[in-house]
Protein backbone atom coordinates (compact mmCIF):
# COMPACT_ATOMS: atom_id res chain seq x y z
CA UNK A 1 0.00 0.00 0.00
CA UNK A 2 1.53 3.48 -0.73
CA UNK A 3 1.65 6.09 1.88
CA UNK A 4 -1.15 8.46 2.13
CA UNK A 5 1.14 11.39 3.00
CA UNK A 6 4.32 11.65 1.05
CA UNK A 7 7.39 11.50 2.88
CA UNK A 8 8.18 15.15 3.16
CA UNK A 9 4.76 15.38 4.53
CA UNK A 10 4.66 12.08 6.69
CA UNK A 11 7.44 13.51 9.51
CA UNK A 12 5.82 16.78 9.88
CA UNK A 13 2.56 14.79 10.42
CA UNK A 14 4.36 12.56 12.69
CA UNK A 15 5.42 15.83 14.91
CA UNK A 16 2.09 17.37 14.73
CA UNK A 17 0.55 13.98 16.06
CA UNK A 18 3.54 14.48 18.65
CA UNK A 19 2.82 17.64 19.64
CA UNK A 20 -0.96 16.70 20.20
CA UNK A 21 0.15 14.04 22.22
CA UNK A 22 1.98 15.96 23.93
CA UNK A 23 -0.52 18.78 24.60
CA UNK A 24 -2.69 16.14 26.01
CA UNK A 25 -0.61 14.68 28.59
CA UNK A 26 -0.19 18.20 29.84
CA UNK A 27 -3.82 19.27 29.70
CA UNK A 28 -4.34 16.03 31.38
CA UNK A 29 -2.14 16.25 34.27
CA UNK A 30 -3.11 19.84 34.74
CA UNK A 31 -6.82 19.70 34.98
CA UNK A 32 -6.35 15.92 36.88
CA UNK A 33 -7.79 13.57 34.56
CA UNK A 34 -4.26 11.83 34.71
CA UNK A 35 -2.06 11.52 37.07
CA UNK A 36 1.43 11.08 37.35
CA UNK A 37 1.64 7.19 37.51
CA UNK A 38 -0.67 7.31 34.52
CA UNK A 39 1.48 10.12 32.86
CA UNK A 40 4.67 7.96 33.23
CA UNK A 41 2.85 4.96 31.97
CA UNK A 42 1.78 6.18 28.32
CA UNK A 43 4.83 8.21 28.25
CA UNK A 44 7.17 5.32 28.35
CA UNK A 45 4.57 3.28 26.03
CA UNK A 46 4.67 6.49 23.57
CA UNK A 47 8.49 6.79 23.56
CA UNK A 48 9.07 2.95 23.55
CA UNK A 49 7.42 2.69 20.10
CA UNK A 50 7.79 6.08 18.71
CA UNK A 51 10.70 5.75 16.76
CA UNK A 52 9.85 2.54 15.29
CA UNK A 53 7.05 4.07 13.52
CA UNK A 54 7.70 4.22 9.75
CA UNK A 55 3.98 4.81 8.22
CA UNK A 56 0.58 6.38 8.00
CA UNK A 57 -0.76 3.02 8.70
CA UNK A 58 1.71 2.10 11.45
CA UNK A 59 1.15 5.05 13.03
CA UNK A 60 -3.11 5.37 13.07
CA UNK A 61 -2.75 1.56 14.46
CA UNK A 62 -0.62 3.16 17.34
CA UNK A 63 -2.74 5.88 18.08
CA UNK A 64 -5.88 2.96 17.92
CA UNK A 65 -3.70 1.08 20.87
CA UNK A 66 -2.63 4.62 23.03
CA UNK A 67 -6.38 5.22 22.88
CA UNK A 68 -7.69 1.90 23.79
CA UNK A 69 -5.10 2.15 26.87
CA UNK A 70 -5.65 5.82 27.71
CA UNK A 71 -9.09 7.23 25.97
CA UNK A 72 -7.97 10.98 27.00
CA UNK A 73 -5.93 10.49 23.34
CA UNK A 74 -9.12 10.23 21.04
CA UNK A 75 -8.61 13.68 20.21
CA UNK A 76 -5.62 12.65 18.26
CA UNK A 77 -6.72 9.77 16.72
CA UNK A 78 -9.63 11.82 15.40
CA UNK A 79 -7.55 14.65 14.34
CA UNK A 80 -5.13 11.97 12.64
CA UNK A 81 -8.03 10.35 10.69
CA UNK A 82 -9.40 13.86 9.58
CA UNK A 83 -6.45 14.49 7.86
CA UNK A 84 -5.82 11.09 6.75
CA UNK A 85 -8.97 10.97 5.24
CA UNK A 86 -8.65 14.59 4.14
CA UNK A 87 -5.09 13.56 1.97
CA UNK A 88 -6.98 10.83 0.40
CA UNK A 89 -9.63 13.11 -0.65
CA UNK A 90 -6.94 15.55 -2.43
CA UNK A 91 -4.90 12.65 -4.06
CA UNK A 92 -8.43 11.69 -5.47
CA UNK A 93 -9.02 15.24 -6.79
CA UNK A 94 -5.74 15.52 -8.39
CA UNK A 95 -6.18 11.88 -9.62
CA UNK A 96 -9.30 13.23 -11.34
CA UNK A 97 -7.71 17.03 -12.59
CA UNK A 98 -5.02 14.92 -13.87
CA UNK A 99 -7.43 12.66 -16.04
CA UNK A 100 -9.59 15.83 -17.09
CA UNK A 101 -6.58 17.73 -18.26
CA UNK A 102 -5.40 14.82 -20.47
CA UNK A 103 -8.58 14.50 -22.15
CA UNK A 104 -8.94 18.24 -23.00
CA UNK A 105 -5.52 17.85 -24.18
CA UNK A 106 -5.79 19.40 -28.08
CA UNK A 107 -5.08 16.06 -30.18
CA UNK A 108 -3.21 16.25 -33.16
CA UNK A 109 -3.31 14.29 -35.78
CA UNK A 110 -1.49 13.32 -38.47
CA UNK A 111 -3.18 12.76 -42.16
CA UNK A 112 -0.82 10.44 -43.74
CA UNK A 113 -3.70 9.94 -46.97
CA UNK A 114 -1.86 13.36 -48.78
Known amino acids: MQPVIEDQNYVTFKKKIEEK ?3 IITQSLEEGTLDVDGARKSA ?6 WESIQS ?3 LKAFIQKLVAQWPIFDPVLKDAEFQLTTNVE ?7 QNKLSALSAPVISVNQNR
Do not use: M
Not at 44 to 49: E, G, K, L, P, V
Not at 90 to 96: G, H, N, P
Open 21 to 23: VLD
Open 90 to 96: QDKIKAL
Open 56 to 58: TDE
Open 44 to 49: RYITDA
